[in-house]
């Protein structure tokens, strides 16, 4: 069955330290691979494509398709880093579409 | 520009009532899409439109119908409200790429809807 799986619903860190989002996700062919932020009393928003192979905010994501996985890492981590983090693949089913994981909850602690 | 803006913001139906989401963009953009956020369960993606004049059910389509009548507008309709269909809703417009689908969507503010 075509999935996204972020494992964590929700991931404390303190102020500084590394921090590392996971996303899994089993689907066929190649889908491209984004992942989404929602900031508190913000609309949600792009952060990055893996395409664009960017860093944005200090977020990196590599794709490992022999895992297939697209974490999402940071090497130090910001309290205005705290929102909403959602991995989305872009597949192809008749149409191409985006499946929208179940989010995870980033909480950086002073 | 706007953006990608939602009306109403909040509202509350009793079951069995009937309502219509307004969504409207004003970037020009081909997809237009209706989501639902239910905590624990992401983002479900409700119905999507490639373009004025064209819909299509997505993952959650059963109790909702929509209509894509202007290019700008996209509307998302409850014909008969019920307690399950209480969600926050997203409505999202993108770009197209021809043939290799949309570009990043753009998401508007959200409708927070109870239904009791």
């Known amino acids: 069955a075509q999935r996204v799986t972020q494992p964590e619903k929700l991931l404390s860190v303190f102020k500084g330290a590394p921090v590392e989002l996971k996303c899994n996700y089993s689907?066929?062919?190649?889908?491209?691979l984004f992942w989404y932020v929602q900031y508190s009393r913000q609309r949600l928003q792009l952060l990055l494509r893996?395409?664009s192979r960017e860093s944005i905010k200090g977020f990196t994501a590599d794709l490992n398709k022999g895992e297939t996985s697209f974490h999402l890492k940071k090497p130090f981590a910001q309290e205005e880093d705290s929102a909403m983090y959602y991995c989305?693949?872009?597949?192809?089913?008749?149409?191409?579409?985006?499946?929208f994981g179940t989010g995870t909850r980033l909480k950086v602690l002073a | 520009n706007a953006g990608v803006t939602q009306t109403p913001k909040f509202r509350v139906l009793k079951t069995g009532q009937s309502m219509t989401l307004l969504c409207a963009q004003d970037?020009?953009?081909?997809?237009m899409y209706w989501y639902r956020q239910d905590p624990g369960m992401g983002l479900r993606l409700i119905h999507y439109?490639?373009?004025?004049?064209?819909?299509a059910k997505g993952e959650v389509p059963d109790g909702y119908n929509v209509s894509r009548l202007k290019k700008q507008n996209f509307l998302l309709g409850l014909e008969s409200a019920a307690p399950s269909q209480t969600s926050v809703y997203f409505c999202?417009?993108?770009?197209?790429?021809?043939?290799?689908?949309?570009?990043?969507?753009?998401f508007g503010p959200g409708t927070r809807l109870t239904v009791t």
């Open positions: 999202a417009s993108s770009y197209s790429r021809g043939q290799f689908g949309s570009y990043e969507q753009y």
């Open positions: 989305a693949p872009r597949v192809f089913s008749g149409t191409y579409k985006y499946i």
């Open positions: 439109s490639v373009g004025e004049g064209t819909t």
């Open positions: 893996h395409i």
């Open positions: 689907y066929s062919g190649s889908p491209e």
């Open positions: 970037m020009n953009h081909e997809y």
